[in-house]
Nanobody, 124 residues
Framework: QVQLVESGGGLVQAGGSLRLSCAASGRTFSSYAMGWFRQAPGREREFVAAINWSGGSTYYADSAKGRFTISRDNAKNSVYLQMNSLKPEDSAAYYC?????????????????WGQGTQVTVSS
């Protein structure tokens, strides 16, 4: 079992940057694939990015490619999402999630554990 706590959200102007962090409890963090999802009011939760257990494989939603970077530090039990060139449409609650397995799925139901979310608001 793993518990996840996100941080780093906030209010930023369009074109700005934010770095989200997700701290995980437990000694087996390195065995989990990790993902970032987001959910805006009235919309379904959508995939943003995922990273495998070692950090050697990543996958991004088209909306995140070229602007967002997912990374992890297994020594710190943490995963990060660096977000650059932010747009108003990036505004949402951002969630990190963990799953046991080698693949990097994009569906929320494929992840076993979730954090409580951190709000990102991008003003125009």
């Amino acid at each position: 079992q793993v518990q996840l706590v996100e941080s780093g959200g906030g209010l930023v102007q369009a074109g700005g940057s934010l770095r989200l962090s997700c701290a995980a409890s437990g000694r087996t963090f390195s065995s989990y694939a990790m993902g970032w999802f987001r959910q805006a009011p009235g919309r379904e939760r959508e995939f943003v990015a995922a990273i495998n257990w070692s950090g050697g494989s990543t996958y991004y939603a088209d909306s995140a490619k070229g602007r967002f970077t997912i990374s992890r530090d297994n020594a710190k039990n943490s995963v990060y999402l660096q977000m650059n060139s932010l747009k108003p449409e990036d505004s949402a609650a951002y969630y990190c999630a963990a799953r046991v397995g080698l693949s990097l799925p994009t569906t929320p139901g494929s992840y076993n554990y979730w954090g409580q979310g951190t709000q990102v608001t991008v003003s125009s």
